[in-house]
T-cell receptor
Framework: DVKVTQSSRYLVKRTGEKVFLECVQDMDHENMFWYRQDPGLGLRLIYFSYDVKMKEKGDIPEGYSVSREKKERFSLILESASTNQTSMYLCASSGGTSGYEQYFGPGTRLTVT | GQNIDQPTEMTATEGAIVQINCTYQ??????LFWYQQHAGEAPTFLSY????GLEEKGRFSSFLSRSKGYSYLLLKELQMKDSASYLCAVPLNTGNQFYFGTGTSLTVIP
């Protein structure tokens, strides 16, 4: 059974804090993605990675960075959290025999106060 | 560039049939995905069409016309649990990235 897990389902942080969101997949997928989802705006790609230590900016990378030191783990970092980063964050992975299909984690609801 | 259009909201009655449309414009085409997303949960895969025509999978079917840049998701014998958001998505040229539509929120009423 394929699985993508995220470190937290709910997170509350203060403005200015550094925030780490972790994502782990057990499918040996090459590609991993971080999205944020906001009402009326749908899923927007923040960053993605197609290999260890490789990363590419998505549509809205400002205010975020990522790290992929191991194939199974992709981290999203908010260097200095701001209230406009309050959102649902979804991690996904794809690759191997799965082809284009993306498998999603359960999401992290981040609130920045 | 990429663009996907879907209706924002739809309402249908339990037991009925509903069709959710998606039109897309992409540079290059690598198929079209439909995902279902219940409130507060992750999107889950429903279907993938790369060739023209209708693909049936139980109560759900998906249709694709590449020449028209058009797809639809057909849900039959609607159940209350089908109330969810339905996302249309296309892989970009690289195949790694997806471009998602904003989703159609379907409400099934008794």
């Amino acid at each position: 059974d394929v699985k993508v897990t995220q470190s937290s389902r709910y997170l509350v942080k203060r403005t200015g804090e550094k925030v780490f969101l972790e994502c782990v997949q057990d499918m040996d997928h090459e590609n991993m993605f971080w999205y944020r989802q906001d009402p009326g705006l749908g899923l927007r790609l923040i960053y993605f990675s197609y290999d260890v230590k490789m990363k590419e900016k998505g549509d809205i990378p400002e205010g975020y960075s990522v790290s992929r030191e191991k194939k199974e783990r992709f981290s999203l970092i908010l260097e200095s959290a701001s209230t406009n980063q309050t959102s649902m964050y979804l991690c996904a992975s794809s690759g191997g025999t799965s082809g284009y299909e993306q498998y999603f984690g359960p999401g992290t609801r981040l609130t920045v106060t | 560039g990429q663009n996907i259009d879907q209706p924002t909201e739809m309402t249908a009655t339990e037991g009925a049939i509903v069709q959710i449309n998606c039109t897309y414009q992409t540079s290059g085409f690598n198929g079209l995905f439909w995902y279902q997303q219940h409130a507060g949960e992750a999107p889950t895969f429903l279907s993938y069409n790369v060739l023209d025509g209708l693909e049936e999978k139980g109560r759900f079917s998906s249709f694709l016309s590449r020449s028209k840049g058009y797809s639809y998701l057909l849900l039959k014998e609607l159940q209350m649990k089908d109330s969810a958001s339905y996302l249309c998505a296309v892989p970009l040229n690289t195949g790694n990235q997806f471009y998602f539509g904003t989703g159609t929120s379907l409400t099934v009423i008794p």
